[in-house]
């Protein structure tokens, strides 16, 4: 497609509940990356892809966080027994180069 | 650790005002800075990339500096018309490593 794509747009998610967040990046490129947005803050690293290899997960904020991307095109970040600091946008994304980033437009998750 | 910072974190401005809007960091050892513009919803879109070597970027009515040895970067936005309404942020990377460092932006209103 012509940009990083998300899905959901929105999320609410019950306290203890799963959740599943896509992004499909733009078609080649090699590097995938997701990030963190809480209210009023700028995004935060979470994890790091090139290809399939997910090369840093130093920012995963805990092992209730998980990301993959198993055939080096889509990822899905898996966030288990959702916390109310979860709440979040969560945006997606993708380079050619490691100048050349393109963000979705995220993922606003709200856990209740 | 690599802090940045934005000031000041909300601006208003009548129409045709320019204004500057602020970034310092607190390690010079960056590779590059960008300026990223975000609109309410939306993902982000990079405005300006400014390599260490580089003083300056210009791209229409916006102008970003880089002073590295002083750990500042300022966005200079001419003319300032309603579209302009979005909050900016600017990010580092310290070491093309494809880990941005953002700082927490800011939002700014342009009023007709």
């Known amino acids: 497609g012509a940009g990083v794509s998300q899905s959901p747009r929105y999320k609410v998610a019950k306290r203890g509940q799963d959740v599943a967040l896509r992004c499909d990046p733009i078609?080649?490129?090699?590097?995938l990356f997701w990030y963190q947005q809480a209210l009023g803050q700028g995004p935060e690293f979470l994890t790091y892809?090139?290809?399939?290899?997910?090369?840093?997960k130093s920012g995963l904020p805990s092992d209730r966080f998980f990301a993959e991307r198993p055939e080096g095109s889509v990822s899905t970040l898996k966030i288990q027994r959702t916390q109310q600091e979860d709440s979040a946008v969560y945006l997606c994304?993708?380079?050619?180069?490691?100048?050349?980033?393109?963000f979705g437009s995220g993922t606003r998750l709200t856990v209740v | 650790k690599q802090e940045v910072t934005q000031i000041p974190a909300a601006l208003s401005v009548p129409e045709g005002e320019n204004l500057v809007l602020n970034c310092s960091f607190t390690?010079?050892?960056?590779?590059?800075l960008q300026w990223f513009r975000q609109d309410p919803g939306k993902g982000l879109t990079s405005l300006l990339l400014?390599?260490?070597?580089?003083r300056e970027q210009t791209s229409g009515r916006l102008n970003a500096s880089l002073d590295k040895s002083s750990g500042r970067s300022t966005l200079y936005i001419a003319a300032s018309q309603p579209g302009d309404s979005a909050t900016y942020l600017c990010?580092?990377?310290?070491?093309?490593?494809?880990?941005?460092?953002f700082g927490s932006g800011t939002r700014l209103l342009v009023r007709p």
């Open positions: 390690d010079s050892a960056i590779y590059n």
């Open positions: 400014i390599q260490s070597s580089q």
């Open positions: 994304a993708s380079s050619l180069n490691s100048d050349d980033y393109t």
């Open positions: 078609s080649g490129h090699v590097s």
């Open positions: 990010a580092v990377d310290m070491d093309s490593s494809y880990k941005l460092i």
């Open positions: 892809f090139q290809n399939e290899a997910q090369l840093d």
